[in-house]
């Protein structure tokens, strides 16, 4: 242990007085801080906005009237997804996912506003992020930080001489990790202070389960993502020659991870599995809602076969006769059967959605970057997962919000009665203004094993090929 | 001391080391002399456990070096052609860093001491090193190899490309050396050096040692005359 320590000691020393190093920290700090900044004012413009509207749209709808409660089905109401915290370190998806839905009776509308729709062409490049600075620029110092960890020794021949202080080059390779490891901890001291102040300062309890937690699982993935880097790094430079070897070999990986396997997989798994366009989508469901899921049920047929079953069961001539408004009943029954249409389409869609993942999640076996990313999204309750667990619950709220209607239509209004009937605030103040709570952390671990196994993979793998190679190797050449 | 037995080293059909037998005890100063390529190199790097014996055996105080390069890592101090230390730290700071590698822990106080009973000049001494030259370097390594407490010398051509004055600096730091008892191997192509400063001489060519005799037993003029007629057979 004396030796690491040592060998970590002037490891720094030399670091602390390399311009190199000191800038390209310096650089990273600024970016982590440009990051959190920006995040913490979008975090808190998009949550005062989105405040703000929710407030507006809820005194609207209990200030809208005494109306027929079918109306006021339609007059329907808006739902806001509100920010996680952790959302202005890992943005992931809030982007692409959209910020709010219009509910009302018959239709499942689609998310609108999504904040890409309102950025320029570069948003394409990715927003910075702290998350972002983390995953890709971090391992960019890490490379410069020790690509030449070994080979500047080997150049210099000063490996020869620590070798002959009867050092191993085990010690000496650990040494080195433990200093550079130590070295990112210091750069990232500030900025993790940072995050866990903002976090009790901004926190939305009700939004966000588990927050502690997820800080935690989120500091300890990111760490062991740097430290994965680092022994990368260092084992590279020891199977390196020269420095440029090395710092090739490195920065083809790092294109490797984070650009090209990416981006290869996004279209594979696209080619894989297409999703259908949006027309042919909404198409579907209209289609399906018409003729039926079977293609041979329309509407006017399902009517009138429930029509034909109440009369029946209530041993009753005509609807005017039921002791329930017929009318309210069968516009709830077309809607639960609407439901049923979309739930159709909607799984077959989530189905495609869940295969794409789960392709992207074997990749990461192989991908550091990809596992991190996929992590660092589910955790900040960023991804997509959080994106469907929201908008299954406000279709659930919708669903419970125009049965009310259809209830109470069916159950207080008369037959052919539309106008001539009409409830108010009691009726609207019954429905309770819609709270979202993230799934668990432990439902969002469920979805992130193979990325989890594929982190510990690659420590495990890099640590015994590092072991390995330091005991192996000569230094005839070095 | 140092010993081999036997020791060959060869590169596929290439034998840089030929069953090389050698002895070397304590305050010996044995100076190989010969070509670049005649295995004076090789011999100190399967010492330093760099390279694996083909064949045979090297051992430092009874010590097999290929079974515990550790433990004969322990006692001895090596000085290659040219001594690199780290150009970001001072000498006073290399010095700290292998000694304490080496398990020795000294006060900054005598470090700056033992640098400076090696030669090196007091302004030095917490200049960092890239602003050395050669010598300066080669007085550091000395400087590392008192305060290790080393029984072995491992030199490597360490005076090629000093100044004459650096280079007799650096012969009477080995000769007080010597005289604590500690056994040299010196690889060197500097014949006066080797006559002037080694007790036992020996000549390698491709791979062999060719002659080996005490240093008092010949004069420069016969060293010089037995050097080049092998080397130009």
């Not at chain 1, 982590?32 to 998009?46: A, D, E, K, M, P």
């Not at chain 1, 002791?323 to 639960?336: C, D, I, K, L």
């Not at chain 2, 190989?32 to 390529?37: E, I, K, M, Q």
């Not at chain 2, 590392?144 to 730091?173: H, I, Q, Y």
């Amino acid at each position: 242990m004396k030796t690491y320590i040592l060998i970590a000691k002037k490891e720094i020393k030399i670091a602390l007085r390399e311009k190199l190093v000191l800038a390209l920290s310096s650089i990273i700090l600024v970016l982590l801080g440009i990051s959190l900044f920006t995040g913490v004012i979008s975090y808190q413009q998009q949550q005062k906005a989105i405040t703000k509207a929710q407030d507006e749209k809820r005194k609207e709808w209990l200030e809208q009237g005494d109306k027929h409660p079918h109306i006021a089905a339609h007059f329907g109401t808006f739902i806001f997804k509100p920010k996680t915290v952790l959302s202005l370190f890992d943005f992931g998806l809030d982007t692409y996912t959209g910020t709010s839905v219009y509910l009302e009776a018959h239709y499942q509308h689609q998310f609108m506003f999504r904040p890409a729709q309102d950025h320029n062409s570069m948003i394409r490049f990715g927003e910075l992020s702290s998350a972002l600075v983390l995953q890709i620029l971090m391992p960019l110092l890490i490379i410069f930080l020790a690509y030449a960890s070994f080979t500047k020794e080997k150049e210099r021949g000063t490996l020869r001489l620590l070798n002959s202080q009867g050092v191993t080059l085990t010690s000496i390779a650990w040494g080195k990790i433990m200093a550079y490891f130590i070295i990112l901890l210091t750069i990232l001291t500030p900025f993790i202070l940072g995050i866990l102040l903002l976090s009790y300062w901004l926190k939305t309890p009700d939004t966000i389960t588990d927050l502690r937690m997820r800080i935690g699982l989120l500091g300890t993935t990111y760490m062991a993502y740097i430290f994965l880097f680092v022994v990368l790094s260092v084992l590279v430079s020891i199977k390196s020659s020269v420095s440029r070897n090395a710092l090739l070999t490195l920065l083809t990986c790092w294109i490797l991870f984070t650009i090209i396997i990416p981006k290869t997989m996004a279209n594979f798994g696209e080619g894989l599995y297409p999703l259908p366009s949006m027309k042919i989508y909404k198409e579907g469901i209209l289609k399906d809602k018409e003729n039926g899921l079977d293609g041979k049920t329309p509407k006017a047929v399902r009517i009138a076969k429930l029509e034909k079953e109440l009369l029946k069961k209530y041993k009753v001539d005509s609807v005017q006769q039921l002791p329930f408004n017929f009318e309210g009943v069968s516009m709830q029954a077309g809607e639960e059967y609407g439901d049923k249409v979309y739930d159709v389409h909607w799984g077959r869609l989530l189905n495609i959605f869940n295969k794409q993942n789960k392709l992207g999640s074997y990749v990461s076996l192989f991908n550091p970057y990809m596992a991190l990313r996929n992590i660092s999204m589910g955790l900040s309750a960023t991804d997509l997962s959080a994106s469907v667990d929201f908008q299954k619950k406000v279709e659930n709220y919708r669903r419970i919000f125009i049965k009310k209607m259809n209830n109470d239509m069916a159950q207080n209004s008369n037959y052919g009665e539309f106008y001539e009937y009409s409830v108010g605030l009691d009726m609207w103040e019954s429905v309770e203004d819609f709270k979202y709570k993230t799934p668990s952390i432990y439902s969002t671990l469920k979805k992130y094993v193979l990325e989890f196994v594929s982190l510990f993979s690659w420590i495990i793998l890099l640590i015994l090929l590092l072991n390995y190679i330091t005991r192996k190797t000569k230094l005839n050449n070095g | 001391m140092l010993k081999t037995n036997g020791l060959t080293k060869k590169y596929g059909a290439f034998t840089a080391l030929n069953a090389l037998d050698l002895e070397i005890k304590e305050g010996d100063i044995f100076c190989l002399l010969g070509a670049n390529g005649a295995g004076k190199s090789t011999t100190i790097n399967l010492f330093l456990n760099f390279i694996e014996p083909t064949s045979g055996s090297a051992t430092i105080n009874g010590i097999d070096v290929t079974k515990h390069p550790l433990e004969t890592k322990q006692i001895l101090s090596y000085i290659p052609e040219n001594l690199m230390l780290y150009p970001n730290l001072t000498g006073l700071e290399n010095l700290d860093f292998f000694c304490g590698l080496g398990g020795k822990n000294y006060a900054k106080a005598e470090l700056g001491v033992l640098l400076e009973q090696s030669g090196l000049q007091i302004d030095f001494i917490n200049k960092r090193v890239q602003n050395y030259s050669k010598g300066m370097r080669q007085k550091v390594g000395i400087a590392l190899a008192r305060a290790r407490e080393a029984k072995v010398l491992l030199l490597d051509e360490p005076t090629s490309g000093l100044d004459p004055k650096a280079s007799n600096e650096f012969s009477e730091l080995l000769l007080e050396m010597k005289a604590k008892g500690v056994a040299t191997l010196m690889a060197t192509h500097d014949l006066f050096r080797a006559k002037d400063t080694g007790t036992h001489i020996g000549i390698m060519k491709e791979g062999v040692l060719v002659e080996k005799f005490e240093s008092k037993d010949v004069n420069f003029q016969d060293l010089e005359k037995l050097y080049l007629k092998h080397m130009h057979n």
